[in-house]
């Protein structure tokens, strides 16, 4: 445990913002699971609703530093691609 008066500081920060991060991690990926998922199961209206919820969760994620704006960006076209194709096998 750390005895320093700015150390104990930064281990409550770092808690604080390890909590908020994981729930936007967490959200996010809730989301694209359940767009596979819909996906997967052949409802691709849904599917598309649940997509911009990913859409959105993923872009706030990047936006808050959270993840990489970059690795939302694959996350993003990799979803799209899947529902494309999706689609276009209907």
Not at 71 to 79: E, I, S
């Amino acid at each position: 445990m750390a005895n320093i008066k700015s150390a104990k500081k930064r281990i409550r920060q770092t808690e604080k913002r390890t909590a908020r991060n994981r729930h936007y991690v967490a959200t996010s990926r809730t989301y694209v699971n359940n767009t596979r998922q819909l996906i997967d199961a052949g409802k691709l209206d849904e599917a598309e609703e649940m997509a911009r919820n990913a859409y959105s969760a993923l872009d706030k994620s990047a936006r808050k530093g959270v993840i990489h704006r970059g690795n939302a960006a694959r996350r993003k076209g990799r979803l799209m691609a899947r529902l494309a194709a999706a689609k276009a096998a209907v």
